[in-house]
């Protein structure tokens, strides 16, 4: 039963084909595993086959399953889930990166909580860039505002922005997302991330400028 192996180096040759494609250089685009409903078993076999990034949305889970993996003392975590503000402090704490900050008081409540002696949070700001009433991100109108916010705190790197297109109607998401993240870029040197694609849009995504694609169904199988 376990194809983890195989499944990541199929995906590795999808991005290496959408970056050929695009005329873009693979290293352009980084692997984010997405092990949510995955067991800590799972994560460590992907690691063997040498991923280090990880993507989870839930809290607890998420936690239990760092704390499983102590050891591997190399990876790398980024939240991805909804962000209630009650669970900041953890996600502060055990989180490299966290792709889903939302709003002004995540941004600030992150900020605070992270310890002094942890390098800063390295922080995408999630836009709702479809307007789907039932998705969370920020809207376009409020960027420049959070952005400004996220770059002028201490424990906090803004480092771009993420987003989950509508499904079916994607094309036009992925362009306006390109083009935000390309301004942003003029106007902060710390960012070099657009995280968008999963496993039916990859190549989509890479063709309009993605920098970071999060696969799980296509790495560790369908989620029940
Ligand atoms: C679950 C999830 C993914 C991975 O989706 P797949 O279709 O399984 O590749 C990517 N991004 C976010 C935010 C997710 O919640």
New binding site residues.
């Given amino acids: 039963m376990n194809h983890i192996k195989d499944n990541l180096a199929q995906v590795e040759l999808q991005i290496k084909q959408a970056c050929d494609q695009a005329e873009r250089e693979p290293n352009t685009v980084q692997l984010?595993a997405?092990s949510?409903t995955k067991p800590a078993e799972q994560v460590e076999q992907a690691y063997h086959a040498g991923q280090r990034a990880f993507?989870e949305?839930y809290l607890q889970e998420a936690v239990e399953k760092i704390q499983q993996l102590t050891q591997l003392d190399d990876l790398i975590w980024h939240f991805?889930?909804p962000i209630q503000s009650n669970k900041t402090r953890q996600i502060a704490q055990h989180f490299d990166w966290v792709?889903?900050v939302d709003r002004a008081k995540i941004i600030t409540r992150l900020n605070e909580q992270r310890a002094e002696h942890n390098n800063p949070l390295n922080i995408c700001l999630q836009v709702n860039i479809s307007g789907e009433a039932s998705k969370s991100g920020i809207q376009v109108n409020e960027l420049a505002e959070l952005a400004k916010l996220v770059n002028s705190l201490p424990h906090l790197t803004l480092r771009g922005l993420?987003a989950?297109p509508e499904k079916g109607n994607a094309e036009h998401s992925f362009q306006q997302m390109q083009q935000l993240f390309q301004q942003l870029k003029t106007q902060y040197s710390s960012v070099d991330t657009l995280s968008m694609g999963?496993?039916?849009d990859l190549t989509q995504a890479i063709q309009n400028g993605s920098t970071m694609v999060?696969?799980?169904?296509?790495?560790f199988g369908a989620?029940q």
């Fill in positions: 984010l997405v949510k993507g949305n991805i889930g792709q889903s993420m989950i999963m496993s039916s999060r696969i799980g169904t296509a790495i989620r």
